[in-house]
C-alpha cells in the first residue's frame, strides 16, 4: 500500500500499463478487481495518458445509475484530475430531451469528456442527435451490466447496444473476489472482444462476519400458505397444458408460443397467474424483511385469487423479530463507536426501520432508491462522521458510492448475486458484517458465511472469512432449498 494518498498502488501501476497498451493498440479492454482497488482512480489515469497523447481527443464515460454520474465519477475527477473538470460535463434523465441535441453538439466543441447513463445514450442514438463515433475511446463502469443472460446464453443488453457500434477502444471495469473472476465478467470480455485485465496483489479487505439466525412460526406459517397458492397456480396452468416442461411464468414469450396460446382470453389468463405468482414472490421477499405491514396494506387488497384472506389472521399476530433484532445490534455496535450502514431490498422497509431507530433517539439518515434527483452535496453528507446510522436500500448504495467511513454493515437478509454481495461488502474498508436471516426461508441461499448445525433464536455464528469448506456449505444449501422449494410448489402445493 503506498505511504500517500496520491501514490498508486503496484496493482494500479500494473493494470494502468496494461490499459493504455491495449488502447495505444485500438483493443478493448476489461479490468476485474476486487472492491475498494481505485477503479475508477486507475481510468482516470488512463484518461491523461490519452488526452496527452492524441489531439482533439473526446472520451464518454457510462456509467448505469445516475448517482453515480456527479456523486462518485465527476468527483473522482475533481479529485484527481483537477485540470479536467472545466471539460467534463454530465447528462442523464435531468435534462429534457428537447435540450440534448444541442448538448450533445456543444459536447463535441467544449468537452473533453462526458459522463453518461447508457439508457440516456441510447435514447439520444436512437433520436439522431448523438454519433456514438464522435468520441475516441469509451469507459464503461460496472461493464458487466452490459450483458445479460438470455436463451440460454449471454447476449448484450438493450441499454449497450451502442459499444457494437463504437469503432475505438473500449474500457469496461467491473469486480471480482479474491477466489475468481466470475463467468459474467469472463462473457463479458468475450463479447467485447477485450483483453481480461486483472491482478491477484490485489485483495478483499477481509470482514468480520457474522450470521445472526432467527426463528419465527409466524413467518414459516405464511410461507405454508404462499407456496400452497403457488403450487395451485402451476397445477391450474400444468392442468390445461400438461404436455409444457418446464416454468410457465418465466418468459412468457416462450410459454405462449409453446403452448399456442392466440386467444385474448387464453393470453389474459396467462397473465393474470402469471401476476399472481410474482404477487406472491413479491409478497414472500417482504416477510423475510420482516415488513408485515407493507403487505397488509399495500399487497393483500389487490390479490385476485383469495389467498390473502388465509393471510391475513398469521399477519395479524406478526412480531418483527428481525427489525428489532436490527435495531438491538445497531445500539451495541453504536456502543462500540462503530458507525452502521443497514442495507435492506424495499424502500417500505427501509422507512420503517428508519422510524424505529429515530423513535430510539438513535442519529440515523435514510438513502433509499427511487429518487430522481438526489444532488452530490446530499450525498456527500453520508461520508461525515456525525451520522451514526444509515438505511439504505440495496438499490441506492450497493455500488460505487464510497461509503468507507462505516465501520459495520448489517444485511437485512440474503444476497444471491454474487456481484451485488460482493459490491455489498465493498462498500466499507474492513470492519464488520452481519447478516439477519430467517432460518428455513429463500434468504438462507444468499448466506454471506457458514451456517450453525443447530441454530436458535438468533444465535450467533462468527467466521472470519469465507473458505472453501464454507463456500461448499453454501452450496450445498442452495441445493436443498432448491429441493424444498420444489417439494412445495408441485407435491405440497397440489395437496
Not at 464522435?134 to 446464453?153: Q, Y
Not at 404462499?226 to 409444457?244: C, H, Q, R, T, V
Not at 455500488?399 to 437478509?413: P, S
Not at 444476497?415 to 461488502?425: A, V
Request: charged fraction near 25%; hydrophobic fraction near 40%.
Amino acid at each position: 500500500m503506498p505511504d500517500y494518498e496520491n501514490e498508486l498502488w503496484e496493482h494500479q501501476k500494473s493494470c494502468i500499463a496494461q490499459a493504455n497498451e491495449a488502447v495505444k493498440k485500438g483493443e478493448n479492454a476489461v479490468i476485474s478487481l476486487p472492491p475498494g482497488a481505485g477503479k475508477s482512480r486507475m481510468m482516470l489515469e488512463v484518461v491523461k495518458e490519452f488526452l496527452s497523447s492524441k489531439n482533439d481527443a473526446r472520451i464518454l464515460i457510462v456509467a448505469n445509475r445516475r448517482v453515480l454520474l456527479d456523486s462518485v465519477w465527476r468527483a473522482e475527477i475533481h479529485k484527481w484530475t483537477p485540470e479536467l473538470g472545466s471539460r467534463v460535463a454530465t447528462v442523464d434523465g435531468r435534462r429534457e430531451p428537447s435540450t440534448r441535441e444541442t448538448f450533445w453538439s456543444n459536447a463535441k466543441e467544449y468537452n473533453y469528456a462526458v459522463i453518461a447513463t447508457p439508457h440516456i445514450v441510447t435514447k439520444d442514438i436512437a433520436a439522431g442527435s448523438l454519433n456514438v463515433n464522435d468520441f475516441n475511446l469509451i469507459i464503461v463502469d460496472e461493464v458487466h451490466h452490459s450483458i445479460k443472460f438470455t436463451g440460454g446464453a449471454y447476449k448484450r443488453s438493450s441499454n449497450y447496444q451502442f459499444l457494437d457500434a463504437f469503432n475505438q477502444s473500449i474500457i469496461g471495469i467491473t469486480i471480482r473476489s479474491n477466489i475468481a473472476i466470475p463467468r459474467k465478467v469472463v462473457a463479458t470480455s468475450k463479447l467485447l472482444n477485450a483483453v481480461l485485465i486483472t491482478d491477484e496483489s490485489a485483495r478483499e479487505r477481509n470482514l468480520e462476519k457474522q450470521v445472526i439466525h432467527l426463528e419465527n412460526s409466524r413467518r414459516e406459517a405464511a410461507e405454508e400458505i404462499l407456496d400452497k397458492e403457488i403450487g395451485k397456480l402451476l397445477a391450474m396452468f400444468k392442468s390445461k397444458y400438461p404436455g409444457f416442461n418446464g416454468f410457465p411464468f418465466g418468459d412468457l414469450e416462450r410459454t405462449k408460443k409453446a403452448c399456442n396460446l392466440t386467444g385474448d382470453v387464453e393470453l389474459k389468463k396467462l397473465n393474470l397467474l402469471a401476476g399472481q405468482y410474482y404477487k406472491i414472490k413479491t409478497v414472500k421477499r417482504y416477510l423475510d424483511e420482516d415488513n408485515a405491514e407493507y403487505v397488509r396494506q399495500n399487497l393483500l387488497p389487490s390479490t385476485d385469487f383469495g389467498w390473502g384472506m388465509k393471510l391475513t389472521p398469521v399477519l395479524e399476530e406478526w412480531e418483527k423479530i428481525k427489525l428489532k433484532t436490527a435495531l438491538d445490534t445497531t445500539k451495541k455496535e453504536n456502543g462500540e463507536s462503530r458507525p452502521v450502514i443497514i442495507f435492506v431490498r424495499f424502500r417500505a422497509t427501509a422507512k420503517q426501520l428508519y422510524t424505529l431507530l429515530k423513535e430510539e433517539g438513535i442519529n440515523a439518515r435514510l438513502l433509499i432508491g427511487g429518487i430522481y434527483d438526489y444532488p452530490s452535496e446530499k450525498l456527500k453528507e453520508f461520508t461525515r462522521k456525525e451520522i451514526k446510522v444509515l438505511v439504505a436500500t440495496e438499490d441506492m448504495c450497493g455500488e460505487g458510492l464510497n461509503l468507507g467511513y462505516f465501520r459495520t454493515i448489517i444485511l437485512c437478509g440474503g444476497i444471491q448475486n454474487e456481484f451485488k454481495r460482493l459490491n455489498i461488502e465493498g462498500r466499507i474498508r474492513g470492519g464488520k458484517l452481519i447478516q439477519l436471516l430467517y432460518n428455513n426461508s429463500d434468504e438462507v441461499r444468499g448466506m454471506v458465511t457458514k451456517t450453525n448445525e443447530n441454530p436458535q433464536n438468533a444465535s450467533i455464528d462468527d467466521s472470519e472469512s469465507v473458505n472453501i469448506l464454507s463456500a461448499l456449505w453454501a452450496f450445498l444449501l442452495t441445493i436443498f432449498n432448491w429441493l424444498r422449494e420444489l417439494w412445495n410448489t408441485f407435491v405440497r402445493g397440489t395437496t
